[in-house]
């Protein structure tokens, strides 16, 4: 089940973005590349100025490519030992069979890579055949944290999917994003969610634009109230 200590993780682009989401009171980034792909692994000259700019925890994506099934194995083996060199300290992954089932080999492959760091399962549950079964594997495999949004098209369409997650006994945290929007906190938080992943919901200009801080701080607000 959910922690009862409220968390705001913010996705992150860039150094400019991770300044923006601590101004604001965030309590963790998701740095991740190429939000047209749904975020894709980070350079480490991206990491480095992130890790420079703030001294929030960064989750940092592996991930090189924009479905939910593994690339280069050996490739992400390489990136994730270049980005531990360069500071990371937490991770985000998940990968899918061609059954639409945890593909356990790809994740233990990485999981002996980060080698007891914290990690995230990231919104491959969405779109596995079982999203509660698929969360209690991964329990097992010992991640801390499971973003979901409880449906492959959003928390506005797997409200009831989540409400379940978050009344899971063990395992890992529930941390709710993809869509989410302000007035579903409220119902979530009733549920027993306690933690909240934006993206696009505190960027007013889009994802061109910067994380803005005020925007942060309404979210910070709302989730922690």
């Known amino acids: 089940m959910s922690s009862k200590t409220p968390l705001l993780e913010v996705i992150a682009l860039d150094a400019a973005d991770a300044e923006g989401a601590q101004a604001g009171g965030a309590d963790r980034l998701e740095l991740v590349a190429d939000m047209a792909q749904d975020g894709l692994t980070p350079s480490l000259e991206t990491l480095r100025d992130v890790l420079s700019a703030t001294d929030l925890p960064v989750r940092v994506m592996l991930r090189d490519n924009g479905s939910f099934a593994i690339g280069d194995l050996e490739g992400l083996r390489a990136d994730t030992a270049r980005l531990i060199d360069a500071g990371a300290r937490e991770f985000v992954f998940g990968f899918l069979t061609v059954d639409s089932e945890i593909d356990l080999d790809a994740c233990e492959t990485l999981i002996k890579e980060v080698d007891g760091l914290p990690w995230t399962f990231h ?86 634009a910067r994380v803005d801080a005020a925007t942060v701080r309404t979210w910070v607000d709302l989730v922690k109230s």
């Open 123 to 208: 919104r491959a549950i969405d779109r596995t055949r079982d999203p509660l079964r698929a969360y209690d594997q991964l329990a097992s495999l010992g991640c801390d944290t499971v973003l979901a949004a409880g449906h492959p098209n959003g928390v506005a369409s797997g409200l009831s999917v989540l409400q379940r997650l978050a009344q899971r006994d063990g395992g890992p945290e529930l941390l709710v994003g993809g869509g989410l929007r302000a007035q579903q906190v409220h119902l979530l938080r009733a549920g027993g969610v306690r933690g909240f992943h934006v993206g696009s919901a505190v960027r007013p200009g889009g994802w061109q």
